[in-house]
Structure formats: C-alpha cells, structure tokens
C-alpha cells in the first residue's frame, strides 16, 4: 500500500518550523509535521534547518535494515511517512521536496536537471533575509536544480568531501538552511543491488553522517534551535541482474520515511 501523505507537503513544514512564508507554488504542510514542530518547540520557532539527504532510502529498506539506521532511529523521535512523486527519479523527487509543488508545477518531469525556475524554498528563505547552502556531489541534481539564486552553492568530486566541508560550514555558523546531499547509497545500490553488501555498507554510512552532524550541530550550535532532517527523496527497488533501481510507480520506488529531531539550546552539550 502506498503512503497517503505527499512529498510536497515537506517544503511548507520546513517554512513553517522557521516562521517565514512558504513558496508561492507549494502544498500545505502537513498537520503531524506541524504538531511535532509545535510540540518541540512549544509555539518558538528554529532559527537553523539542517536537511541531511540521503538518496533512494526506501522505506522497505529502512524497515528490513533498521539496524543499520540505528544512529538515525535513536535521534529523531518523529518519523513521516511519505509518499514520492512520479517518475521517481532523483531530480524530479527533490524538484518536489524544496519547492513544494508536483512534477508538472515545477516542470521536471523525467531524469533531465535543468534549473528549476518556479519559487522554492531558497527563494523563500533569501526573501526573509535568511542564508540557503547546498553542499552536493558535482553533477548530480543537487548540484544543478537549484542554481541561480543569489545563495552559497559548495560542490565536490566526492561524498566524502561534501561532508568535510558541511562540518566546515557548521562550524563557521553562517547560514539558516543546509541541504547536504549524499549519493553514496543510491550510486553503489544501482552497480551492485540494493541490498548488496556494498550497498548496505553505504547505508550505514549515512545512518553514521547524520550522528556526526547531529553530535557537531549540538557542540557548536549553542544559541540555535535546530530541526534536523533525515531526508531521501524516493526509494528503490532491485531488478533482473541484480541491479538496483528506481523511477516506477510501486510502492518499492515511492514509499519513503524521513526522520526528524529538534535540538534545542537547553540540549546542546
């Protein structure tokens, strides 16, 4: 069965926890996401958003191979179920997360990367007055949908290099909204299947980033209400060869869970 609560709805919600006006296209945000801000927050608002993205994190996958999430399960107390968009493919999926608005709103509606030129939640942030950063692996979507704004834009060879330099930028504390792409588990899940012992190593990896984030985000951020994400954008399923991959309407492809957590000023160690 597919889930009932879109990917659209996550671009309102982050605008929401950060009391600024969604983008002119987007959804609504979605009322459990809402009452969990609400709850953690007690009527304030967060004045950091960190949106650690890994990619094709399947929800089956997330639930068969929850041990290997451990990190992620342990931190974040409110977890989403969420249904993708079609075709479930990495640009059209993120086009979806952070402008809030379907395939055929925000115009990418195959695996093509061109500049999204519809409003977004960049756009949204710098009309507040708030700085956006993507950090990305050079060439994927990440690094090509969301240019052309007048933002911070960080691209790099490797996964590994992305993430030295997010830690670098959490450090600095100069912006409000990071978006860290990481498509390590997408990348080995399509080479080698998705549950293949190299695909799964990359899984783990992720569960491991997004404690680091976590634990560094708590040292440094001492003045911040932070809501952290962890937050793929489709699934994956696996296919004749053994192969992994994405892009159908199936539940495999569309069924997703993101995981969130706040971290307060009271928490940071």
């Known amino acids: 069965m597919k889930n009932t609560i879109s990917l659209d709805t996550v671009c309102a919600s982050l605008c929401y926890a950060m009391g600024i006006e969604k983008p002119f296209q ?26 650690y993205n890994p990619d094709a994190v ?14 992620v399960e342990l931190l974040c107390p409110f977890k989403l179920e969420l249904v993708s968009v079609m075709p479930s493919v990495t640009p059209v999926c993120f086009g979806t997360m952070y402008t809030g608005a379907q395939p055929e709103v925000h115009g990418i509606r195959a695996y093509v990367k061109p500049v999204i030129t519809i409003d977004t939640i960049f756009d949204a942030m710098i009309r507040a007055g708030k700085k956006p950063v993507i950090v990305a692996t050079a060439g994927d979507s990440m690094s090509k949908i969301y240019l052309e704004r007048n933002m911070d834009y960080f691209f790099y060879p ?5 993430n030295r330099k997010a830690k670098e930028l959490i450090k600095e504390d100069k912006h409000d909204l990071y978006c860290i ?25 992720n569960s491991r980033c997004f404690k680091e984030y976590h634990d560094l985000i708590s040292e440094q951020w001492g003045s911040h209400r932070t809501l952290m994400g962890f937050a793929m954008d489709h699934g994956c399923h696996e296919i004749d060869g053994g192969c992994g991959s994405h892009g159908l309407d199936m539940e495999e492809d569309l069924n997703i869970v993101h995981r969130y957590t706040v971290i307060k000023e009271r928490e940071v160690k």
Request: charged letters at 35%; aromatic letters at 10%.
């Open 181 to 205: 792409y990481n498509g390590n588990y997408d990348a080995t899940m399509h080479r080698y299947g998705t549950e293949s012992e190299e695909a799964l190593m990359q899984l783990e990896k």
């Open 26 to 51: 987007a959804a609504e945000p979605d009322k459990l996401m809402l009452d969990f801000i609400d709850g953690q927050l007690s009527g304030k608002k967060c004045d950091r958003i960190f949106m």
């Open 58 to 71: 399947a929800q089956w996958i997330s639930e068969k191979y929850a041990r290997l999430l451990r990190e």
């Open 158 to 162: 490797t996964v590994d290099e992305v």
